[in-house]
């Protein structure tokens, strides 16, 4: 972390605060991408001074294979990782979208005016993330490789720019400003479990009687999760979609069906 006077706390009352509105804002529709710029903000802020807690590299931890040599909290690593799923389970992605500060600083990038690259159409197979995930595990549990840690995303949120790992992430970020989330949809351990359970989530977007089949929203998403086939795994609810539909009450964040 960037301020070692910031206790972790504020991380975590944070984490708790932003998603509570977060959810109550979709589940009110009160929720714009204009609205959740502040969130983002704050997540990536929070990211440098306190390396938040809600972050990938927690999930990292765990599966090193000498984190208890290295003193690293394995209780409270495992409950948040649970906790994460569980909440994925009921409310999707909200975490993803805009409260971890990894996912929160692309999605900044992003927002720049450049041209994109990909498309709705282009969708990250499964066979792809589930490949990455197993390489995750292996180098972890067998070798006990730091993967997320070579990859910098500690050292760039530590601002540890003699570190050559820095670099690595920076270019990640760099890319996101062309490319949708580039290491949230490819590389994060975290996208890869919750993807699965975001899919079956209790309260999720979908369409209701009010839509038109205008494919609005289809076009305006950047990962290809408002199609009517997908199960909204790579949802990260950024409000494009809602923002792009024309009609009142035709997508609505609530219980799935």
């Known amino acids: 972390m960037v301020v070692e006077a910031i206790p972790n706390s504020v991380g975590f009352i944070y984490a708790i605060l932003a998603f509570a509105a977060l959810a109550w804002l979709w589940y009110s529709g009160r929720f714009t991408r204009r609205r959740a710029v502040p969130f983002l903000v704050v997540s990536v802020l929070l990211g440098y001074l306190v390396f938040a807690p809600v972050f990938p590299y927690q999930l990292q931890l765990l599966v090193l294979r000498d984190t ?26 909200i975490i993803c979208g805009q409260i971890c500060p990894a996912g929160a600083v692309q999605e900044v990038m992003h927002l720049i005016p450049v041209k994109k690259r990909g498309s709705a159409e282009s969708r990250v197979p ?16 067998g070798l006990s490789v730091n993967l997320l840690g070579l990859l910098g995303l500690a050292a760039f949120f530590n601002l540890a720019v003699a570190s050559a ?27 890869a479990l919750l993807a699965p359970a975001a899919s079956r989530a209790l309260y999720r977007l979908r369409r209701t009687d009010a839509c038109i089949n205008c494919r609005k929203c289809e076009r305006a998403c ?8 997908d199960g909204l795994g790579e949802c990260y609810l950024c409000g494009r979609c809602t923002d792009a539909c024309p009609v009142d009450g035709a997508l609505v964040y609530g219980r799935g069906r």
């Open 126 to 141: 499964v066979a792809v993330r589930a490949g990455v995930f197993v390489v995750f595990l292996a180098a972890g549990l």
């Open 165 to 191: 790992s820095f670099f690595v992430f920076l270019s990640i970020v760099l890319l996101s400003a062309v490319v949708y989330r580039p290491f949230c949809r490819y590389v994060c351990p975290y996208g």
């Open 68 to 93: 208890a040599a290295l003193g690293a909290p394995l209780p409270m690593t495992l409950v948040g990782t649970l906790a994460f799923i569980v909440l994925a389970l009921v409310f999707g992605r």
């Open 222 to 229: 950047p990962t290809g999760a408002a199609r009517p086939d």
